[in-house]
């Protein structure tokens, strides 16, 4: 195979990409107003269930804007060559082993952000703000970029130094030592992520004492799950939606409940919740979750490091001789095809595994208290109630509200 095919080949699976997308957003969009099930009918009343039409025809419209106009970028870049230009300024610059590529990388992703950020705070404070959900301040937005630059090149650029420096030490090997580094830097990240990095964009402060906390607490107990760390996060400092999760392994592991969770929700609907989230643990998901990504990381770098050194990669993106990040380009666009085969295969099993949450909450605590919690988590955060099945089949991670409703319904409550 020669460069030039394979430039066609990346250039043809970008164009496929796109225009699948487009594809499935219209095809969603025609499932927009299917009548809602009637088990789902009083999520929302005849005016909000009009609002939450139009907040997601304006979602879908905007999608095609930004999402044409990526397109468009990442052709241009195909096209005309501006991995080569990068590739040279960068080299302009140093021609460092490793300097080259990290400024490399940090002017693609600068240069993408900084087109990308009109998006954004037209979804912020446009979108979000015309529906009640932007809580954002523009003080807010620009110290989350800023914080996201930094965090972006600290831990990001220290990740791609290293993985670098051990490609040049040992590039036969280089797949397995970095999977080690990438393996052991997730399970950090993991276990220690609601610590280092949330405090950075939001305050964690324990639950405080009262009914709540005691239901909590009461419920752990019951179900043999140790539960000492309970924190509310301050979610609605940029948003009235809500969430509520678990976070790290082991002794590290905390339930985080947002204050907008906190202020819709009922005590014995927010037991039910985290009964759910439970039950991912019971059911041992975070841990299958965390060993498919690692083999699939393993597999990824294992076939990276047999084109890495390559010249074919580089020349396909106009670069004469083999270089690593150009490489990297290259090999992340063609490999995207298998990606997503392998998302779809993982949201298949997150579906089940929601399922089984699902069960286990409704087993341990009151179904019908998972089900007004999904209904009001649903009319909050005006969730899609007829997404178009094929969507759910490729993209979605959790089953859509009606058949997790459905399912609970099925089940015995007490």
Request: hydrophobic share 45%; no cysteine.
């Amino acid at each position: 195979m020669t460069s030039e095919i394979l430039y066609l080949i990346i250039l043809a699976i970008v164009v496929f990409g796109f225009f699948a997308q487009q594809i499935l957003g219209y095809l969603n969009a025609t499932w927009f107003k299917k009548p809602v099930p009637e088990i789902l009918e009083d999520i929302y009343n005849p005016e909000k269930y009009q609002k939450q039409q139009k907040y997601k025809l304006e979602n879908y419209r905007f999608g095609i804007i930004s999402g044409t106009f990526s397109f468009i970028l990442i052709v241009g870049m195909l096209i005309f060559g501006g991995f080569t230009f990068v590739d040279s300024l960068s080299g302009q610059i140093s021609e460092h082993f490793i300097l080259k590529p990290l400024i490399f990388f940090a002017i693609l992703m600068f240069a993408a952000d900084v087109l990308s950020t009109p998006f954004s705070v037209y979804d912020t404070f446009v979108i979000e703000n015309k529906y009640g959900f932007n809580k954002t301040t523009p003080k807010t937005f620009v110290l989350d970029k800023i914080k996201g630059w930094l965090l972006g090149g600290i831990i990001g650029g220290g990740l791609l130094s290293l993985i670098i420096w051990i490609y040049n030490l040992d590039p036969e090997y280089f797949w397995l030592y970095a999977w080690l580094v990438v393996v052991v830097f997730s399970l950090f990240m993991n276990m220690l992520y609601s610590v280092l990095i949330v405090p950075l964009f939001n305050k964690q402060t324990p639950l405080e004492e009262g009914d709540l906390k005691s239901a909590i607490m009461e419920f752990g107990e019951k179900a043999g799950f140790n539960i000492s760390k309970i924190f509310v996060i301050d979610g609605s400092k940029r948003s009235t939606k809500a969430n509520a999760y678990f976070s790290g392994m082991g002794p590290k592991k905390r339930i985080v409940l947002y204050d907008t969770l906190i202020n819709e929700m009922t005590t014995n609907e927010i037991v039910a919740v985290l009964a759910h989230e439970i039950g991912h643990y019971k059911h041992k998901h975070i841990y299958k979750s965390m060993f498919a990504s690692i083999i699939e990381t393993g597999i990824t770098l294992f076939i990276f490091g047999l084109f890495a050194g390559s010249d074919i990669l580089s020349q396909a993106l106009g670069v004469d001789e083999a270089s690593f990040h150009i490489a990297l380009i290259a090999f992340g666009i063609i490999y995207s095809p298998l990606s997503s085969v392998l998302g779809i295969i993982s949201s298949v099993f997150s579906r089940k595994a929601e399922y089984q949450a699902d069960n286990y909450a409704a087993k341990n605590a009151l179904a019908s208290d998972l089900i007004s919690a999904l209904k009001k988590l649903s009319s909050q955060n005006m969730g899609n109630l007829t997404p178009h099945p094929l969507v759910v089949f490729l993209s979605y991670s959790h089953p859509p509200v009606y058949d997790r409703i459905k399912n609970l319904m099925s089940k015995n409550t007490r």
